[in-house]
Structure formats: C-alpha cells, structure tokens
C-alpha cells in the first residue's frame, strides 16, 4: 500500500533561516509521481512541484529546492531564507498512474520575524 | 494552469439536510477528483468523477451519502446527504492539467453543520 510520512508536526523558525521539510513514501510501484502543496492560512491548496519517479535530479525553483532521492525514498522540501510569508502548512503527496493523490499529515511552518 | 472555481465558498447547514457543491474549470480536463479535509486534518480523497459515468469511490465513502455527478469536462458536483456534524469539513475539487499531469485545487467550500 502507498503511504507518505511527514514526520515533523510543527516547524518555528526566524526568518531568513533555512529551513528543510521531510517527506518519506511507500510504494511497490517503479513508475510514481512525488507533489508538495502549501496550504496558507487562507485555505486554498496551493501546487508547488510534481516530479516523476524516474528523474531524480534535484529540482530548484528560486528559494525552494527539492530532493528526491529513491535510496532511501525521501522527497525533502527546502526553503532558503524564509521568509513570513512562507508560513503555512505544507503537504507532501503521492500518486501513481490513476493521479489519486495519497497526502502526509503535513508540516505546519511558522517563520517569526 | 486552470482556473478552478468552487461553490459555495464556505455554508453552515442543519442536521439532516443536504448541500450540493460546485466545481467549475475554466478549460476541459480528464480527470476530476473530490477530497475531504476534516478540521485540522490532512486530505482524504472522496472519490473519481467520471465524465459520462458513475463516480469511482474510495474505501469509506458511497453513492448515497456522497452522490456526484460530471456532465461534461469543464463541471462536477458533489452532495453531501444527510449532514451530521461530522460532515463538517472543507471540501476540495481538484483537476489534472492534461499536458503536465500537474494537480490542481480548488478554493473549496468550508462546511459547518449544526
């Protein structure tokens, strides 16, 4: 069965710290698709990355990097220099050919200034 | 990305009665989900909405309580049945982009049921 652990509940950092999200996946399938979403405090879900289980380059996105490795099938989420506005809840989530989505509990961030 | 509207925003509704929620893609997509987000939870999908066809439900969820329905590719809807408070939840659309295969949410609809 698929799962997704986010282990961290709750994060608190200063702003301009970096600060890294964990995310850790079961699966038995070879082909599957790793997300990360933000949920701020508004409510709405908010897309950040989808990346395929077959590119395991670490993807960059101005403060936001990814790593994805299978080894130890980790697809950690890092912000550089957060900021306040990166306060939110953070989901991680899985999802193989049908596109149904398996969440993690998700990470609540809150970045103090 | 597409543009995903949902309706109502947020309602607050008696035992007993019924709500129906829209959701509403400005571009035609092939697959449409619904997900529950109970108060202070992570999200848990409801069901598959099939264009043409019956919805495809998860383990947990049927037709009666949670009827929904896809008349074409752009619109779904789901009716939550017979609320209790425990139906009190944020209710979520989500869409796949067909070129990307990106996911994406709606603003969803905040229910409270009294």
């Known amino acids: 069965a698929q799962k997704v652990t986010q282990a961290q509940t709750e994060i608190s950092v200063v702003e301009k710290e970096d600060v890294t999200l964990d995310c850790v996946y079961e699966?038995?399938?070879?082909?599957?698709?790793l997300f990360w979403y933000k949920q701020p405090p508004s409510g709405e879900l908010v897309f950040l990355i989808r990346?395929?289980?077959?590119?395991?380059q670490n993807e960059i996105s101005g403060r936001y990097s990814w790593n994805f490795q299978k080894s130890t099938s980790s697809f950690n989420f890092t912000i550089t220099a957060s900021q306040v506005v990166d306060s939110a809840v953070y989901f991680c989530?899985?999802?193989?050919?049908?596109?149904?989505?398996?969440f993690g509990t998700g990470t609540r961030l809150q970045v103090f200034p | 990305s597409a543009v995903i509207s949902q309706k109502p925003s947020r309602d607050i509704c008696q035992r007993g009665t019924s709500l129906t929620i829209q959701c509403q893609v400005d571009s035609q997509v092939t697959m449409m989900f619904w997900y529950r987000q109970q108060p202070g939870q992570s999200l848990t999908l409801i069901a598959t909405?099939?264009?043409?066809?019956?919805?495809?439900?998860e383990s947990g969820f049927v037709i009666d309580k949670f009827p929904i329905s896809r008349p074409n590719l752009t619109f779904s809807t789901l009716t939550v049945s017979n609320m209790s408070p425990e139906d009190s939840s944020i209710y979520l659309c989500?869409?796949?982009?067909?070129?990307?295969?990106?996911?994406?949410f709606g603003p969803g609809t905040r229910l409270t049921v009294t």
């Open positions: 989530a899985l999802s193989d050919y049908t596109d149904k989505l398996i």
């Open positions: 989500s869409v796949v982009q067909g070129d990307s295969y990106e996911q994406y």
């Open positions: 990346r395929n289980s077959f590119d395991e």
């Open positions: 699966t038995r399938d070879t082909t599957y698709y």
């Open positions: 909405a099939n264009q043409g066809s019956e919805a495809t439900y």
